[in-house]
């Protein structure tokens, strides 16, 4: 179990965020040292700065230049059951304080920022595995357990969630259902909400309650997805599976998007279930592929972004890499027109796991299919190769922050009929201004999720930031004008909150209506998803 936080007020690493004096933030210390101890109560800089972000990458930008956060929490606690969650709420809502839920701090959207002061509520503590349930396959957990930690529990049991995002290693279960995560896998196992059977919430007063999917109406549907603003999930029963022993991949080559997407259509559509489906266009395909002259089974093929940001040597100057992509529209301009030549097609990696007869039928199958949608068979190297570094890509952003970029990832989905059009408009708006690759992944029988990966660099900080807010501008706007959705599995926070009315128009009037109902104060993660 994660220990309590040692003292850190006196480092003298942190810059100075002091507080303004705050009688109603006075009374709340108070209150929460009685109830949680000093240990668990901090003011320190040090962790208000630490917990004034999560991984957004707007705020890398201020980061990198040293500038510390705008609106950093007033204070972090760190409960250690629902009961003590319920009781930092009451104190919350009785002086009138923001709390926002704070996980492993790994989303990429905002969601976990601190707006208007308040106080964090680092939920890490409660990691703990309470039941498994093996007749039901049911495992109950507390929310604030790493998800790699969790999986591995889980498999020493011999069962396994079939969750596995890139963040993993620096993730949880609360944060996962907040944002309606997806794993890698999701085209077998489903996203997280196709996995939670019930949830226990703390509400904006400080009620506890237990939701149920079983329950009709479902209102843990509503709960899974709200990122914090509408209660803190505190547990949750999730649906597992049998643990998978035997695996096959296979991988192709498409002369185009199109035929790639076509393939991977007719194999949802015939009910087959991948494992894994990625389907990577032509830049980035090509930028994959470290050699030409590389045989395809053994290229060192990256997973999506992982290829642009793993591809920078850390001793790259920032003047380069700035003079590079202050020209990215050129840059994207001059690709495009060699595309022709120097492209080697779209790659796509399947995947199939599961009970061994059963796997082998499926993957004969899908394998008949991408053939006769064009694809050439490159055997399973690069598939093999994809799956040894699938974590890797949360861990390639820094170097490019680092050298004087900016680089972001947009995930987006829409139904099988308006994909092209989509993933066209998108990358029409980005590339303009930055260097743009696509992947195709979460692919399922209705549709499939798009994820740009799209680089640039401007001059300075204020005009990184003018640069960055322009290019989701454009992108999200082009999303809302195709019919599709803003987000499939990162959130929305505040980095795509302004979108929120143009995808779901008056339905967000009824969603401000339940928030009004939950969190009567408005207490819980103000400012996030549209709110």
Not at 31 to 40: K, N
Not at 66 to 95: C, F, K, N, Q, Y
């Amino acid at each position: 179990m994660t220990t309590a936080p040692r003292d850190t007020e006196a480092t003298p690493a942190a810059p100075s965020i002091a507080a303004p004096p705050d009688r109603r933030l006075t009374e709340a210390i108070a209150e929460l040292e009685q109830l949680l101890g000093a240990a668990r109560v901090s003011q320190g800089d040090a962790d208000r700065l630490t917990y004034s972000r999560d991984m957004w990458p707007r705020t890398l930008l201020a980061v990198r230049d040293g500038v510390p956060a705008v609106a950093p929490p007033d204070l972090v606690v760190w409960p250690a059951s629902t009961s003590e969650v319920s009781a930092v709420v009451r104190i919350a809502r009785r002086h009138r304080l923001p709390i926002v839920p704070y996980g492993a701090g790994s989303g990429v959207c905002g969601g976990a920022m601190a707006t208007r002061g308040g106080i964090i509520v680092d939920l890490k503590r409660m990691d703990r595995v309470l039941e498994v349930v093996t007749a039901d396959h049911l495992v109950h957990a507390e929310c604030g357990i790493i998800g790699q930690l969790f999986e591995e529990q889980l498999n020493r049991r011999g069962m396994t969630l079939g969750h596995f995002p890139s963040s993993i290693y620096c993730s949880t279960l609360g944060g996962w259902l907040a944002a309606r995560s997806a794993g890698q896998l999701s085209s077998l196992y489903g996203k997280i909400e196709d996995m939670v059977e019930r949830i226990e919430v703390v509400l904006g007063d400080g009620r506890v309650v237990e939701l149920s999917r079983d329950q009709m109406p479902d209102l843990g549907a509503l709960m899974v997805g709200s990122e914090g603003t509408l209660g803190v999930i505190t547990r949750a029963w999730m649906r597992v599976r049998p643990l998978r022993d035997f695996r096959i991949f296979r991988a192709y080559r498409f002369p185009r998007v199109a035929a790639g997407c076509e393939a991977m259509r007719r194999i949802m559509q015939r009910e087959l279930r991948p494992a894994v489906t990625r389907l990577y266009d032509e830049m980035d395909t090509l930028m994959a592929r470290p050699s030409k002259h590389d045989r395809p089974d053994e290229s060192s093929l990256l997973g999506g972004a992982g290829a642009l940001l793993g591809g920078v040597d850390a001793d790259v100057q920032r003047s380069v890499v700035r003079a590079a992509l202050s020209r990215a529209g050129m840059l994207s301009k001059v690709a495009e027109s060699l595309l022709p030549r120097i492209s080697s097609g779209c790659l796509m990696v399947l995947g199939f796991e599961g009970d061994r007869a059963l796997t082998e039928v499926e993957a004969a199958l899908a394998h008949a299919e991408a053939l006769a949608a064009g694809g050439e068979d490159l055997g399973q190297g690069p598939g093999l190769h994809w799956w040894d570094r699938r974590y890797a890509v949360s861990y390639k952003m820094s170097p490019m922050f680092a050298a004087g970029a900016l680089v972001d990832t947009m995930e987006i989905a829409t139904t099988w009929d308006r994909l092209l059009e989509l993933y066209d408009e998108v990358r029409k708006a980005l590339s303009r201004d930055a260097v743009v690759l696509a992947h195709f992944s979460h692919a399922y029988a209705e549709g499939c999720s798009i994820y740009f990966t799209f680089a640039a660099a401007a001059k300075d900080r204020a005009s990184s930031e003018a640069l960055y807010d322009e290019l989701w501008r454009r992108g999200l706007d082009a999303t809302t004008r195709v019919g599709a959705t803003i987000s499939h599995h990162h959130g929305v926070g505040l980095s795509k909150a302004a979108f929120m009315s143009r995808e779901h128009g008056e339905a967000l009037s009824v969603y401000r209506q339940a928030k009004h109902a939950l969190d009567p104060d408005g207490v819980l993660n103000p400012g996030k998803m549209g709110l």
